[in-house]
């Protein structure tokens, strides 16, 4: 199972910065809701992070 550590070096590695991490997110979460909260519980993040986080998406322009 991969780990946010992980996942996040590998977007990192993949020339992701900050900015390009948070306007992924976004994306996935107006695209594809319930996958976004899948794979976010699949990198083991504590529900309340979680609901911060596509709640967050959600509301970016």
């Known amino acids: 199972m991969i780990t ?3 996942w996040t070096e590998i977007m990192r590695v993949s020339g992701m910065d ?3 991490m948070k306007n992924w ?3 996935f979460e107006l695209m ?3 996958a976004h ?3 976010l519980e699949l990198l ?3 529900e309340e992070e979680i ?3 596509r709640q ?3 509301h970016q322009p």
Do not use: L, N, V
């Open 37 to 39: 909260q899948e794979f």
């Open 18 to 20: 900050e900015e390009a």
């Open 25 to 27: 997110h976004r994306h």
């Open 4 to 6: 946010r550590k992980r």
């Open 51 to 53: 609901e911060q986080i």
């Open 32 to 34: 594809e809701p319930d």
């Open 44 to 46: 083991q993040i504590p």
């Open 56 to 58: 967050w998406a959600k």
